[in-house]
């Protein structure tokens, strides 16, 4: 009995900081939005046999699948905005910049390819990550940001 009750002790403590591991905030938001709006891109793209675009307002920090949105039936995120907290000081698609620009598409195509992409986000407290996405596949790798 004293077993049991040292194990529950043990989980009752440890439940909050498995809790603030698992939610997502921050950078780890903003990485895991933008790698599930491709990927529900993606999936649109091969599953429909039809190009699929996910269009980025770099001034408003939003992104989203055209024609998604909520309740499109997807387990993906579909829509979403950039914390507060994370920037996007750098959106080249195809080797070009638009960082600057009002909106920009990435074209996701039914055999899986997709536009070469490579976005720079980075927080208040100078995280930096590139998030690329290879156009042989469609598919994004994340990784530190050379300083």
Known sequence: MIVVAIIGLLAAMGLPSIMK??????????????????????????????KVAVVFHPGDQTFSVEGGGPGQGSV???ASKLPDDVFMPMLDINQQDFGGSEWAKVWFYPNGTSDEMTIVLHDRTDWRKKITL????????VSDVDK
């Open 76 to 78: 993906y995120v579909a």
């Open 21 to 50: 591991a698992l939610q997502k905030e921050g950078m780890r938001k903003a990485i895991s939005d933008i790698t599930e709006v491709c990927g529900s891109a993606r999936a649109k793209a091969i599953f429909t046999g039809q």
């Open 134 to 141: 290879e156009f042989s596949t469609g598919l994004t790798r």
